[in-house]
């Protein structure tokens, strides 16, 4: 089986870029820190601080690694409709429901989705109904309870 393709913004990209540096630079010296402290402290086999450290040296180490792997696969968002007028990744779009709601929200990859700042995945169901759509037009999204809610594309920006 294929591995999903992995779409980044320019933002996410520089994100994760920037992640990596500090997680193997800054964080790793303070762990290494930690732990050299914690071997201070005797007996390592009854050493809660030095177990702590390592756990936290283990979890920052796969995390580098994870990062590492989605730069490499990833591919960047194409930044080709400049004025808006088609929803892709990286645009920010106005949809309105049938009540009337107003809701902003901004296409990401899924390596990027925050829904405290409305980036939603170009494969979560709003997305994948909204991508490829132009202003004024009306979209219809299954939930994920399998209940369908109608949208109308207000405003896409870049």
């Known amino acids: 089986m294929d591995a999903p393709e992995i779409v980044l913004t320019a933002e996410g990209r520089q994100k994760l870029l920037e992640e990596l540096e500090y997680r193997e630079g800054t964080k ?12 201070g402290f005797g007996d390592l086999s009854e050493n809660s601080e030095y177990d702590d450290a390592k756990e936290e040296q283990s979890k920052n180490a796969s995390r580098i690694h994870e990062i590492q792997t989605i730069l490499a696969n990833a591919k960047e968002a194409p930044a080709s409709d400049v004025h808006g007028a ?19 929200v901004t296409m ?38 399998g209940k369908t809610r109608s949208y109308t594309i207000i405003k896409i920006s870049r």
């Not at 409305?118 to 109904?129: D, L, Q, T, V, Y």
């Open 28 to 39: 790793a010296k303070e762990i290494i820190e930690r732990i050299k402290v914690a071997r």
């Open 86 to 104: 088609i929803v892709s990744i990286g645009s920010t779009v106005t949809l309105v429901d049938a009540n009337g709601v107003a809701t902003e």
């Open 108 to 145: 990401v990859g899924t390596t990027e989705t925050n829904s405290l700042q409305h980036k939603i995945s170009n494969e979560s169901p709003i997305g994948r109904a909204i991508i490829g759509h132009g202003e004024g037009e009306a979209v219809e999204v299954v939930t994920p309870s």
